[in-house]
């Protein structure tokens, strides 16, 4: 549990810490924006099969490009390998 003590005249600032990021939907553009060339790329290559860029996740000082394509799911790190099996579990 996080243990925040914060002012009562602050919740604004509050709510907006406390925020999941993931209730952001960042547009295609945003997503595009926040990946590397090798990732544009790979991107690109599974496009061509179908896949769409889902999300795009920042873990660490890294980013990780998920893409969906009819219930199936791929990954690109940032060195561009592209992972079609990969162990995410997304929410619903």
Do not use: H
């Given at each position: 549990?996080?243990?925040?003590?914060?002012?009562?005249?602050?919740?604004?600032?509050?709510?907006?810490?406390?925020?999941?990021?993931?209730?952001?939907?960042?547009?295609?553009?945003?997503?595009?924006?926040?990946?590397?060339?090798?990732?544009?790329?790979?991107?690109?290559t599974l496009g061509q099969f179908g896949y769409l860029l889902t999300y795009v996740r920042s873990i660490g000082d890294t980013t990780l490009a998920?893409?969906?394509?009819?219930?199936?799911?791929?990954?690109?790190?940032?060195?561009?390998?592209?992972?079609?099996?990969?162990?995410?579990?997304?929410?619903?």
């Amino acid at each position: 549990m996080l243990d925040i003590q914060i002012p009562n005249n602050d919740l604004v600032a509050a709510s907006t810490f406390l925020t999941d990021n993931r209730e952001k939907n960042d547009n295609a553009d945003t997503m595009w924006d926040k990946l590397n060339l090798s990732q544009q790329y790979a991107v690109c290559t599974l496009g061509q099969f179908g896949y769409l860029l889902t999300y795009v996740r920042s873990i660490g000082d890294t980013t990780l490009a998920i893409l969906k394509q009819n219930g199936k799911m791929a990954t690109i790190n940032e060195a561009g390998i592209i992972n079609v099996n990969p162990e995410v579990k997304c929410r619903q």
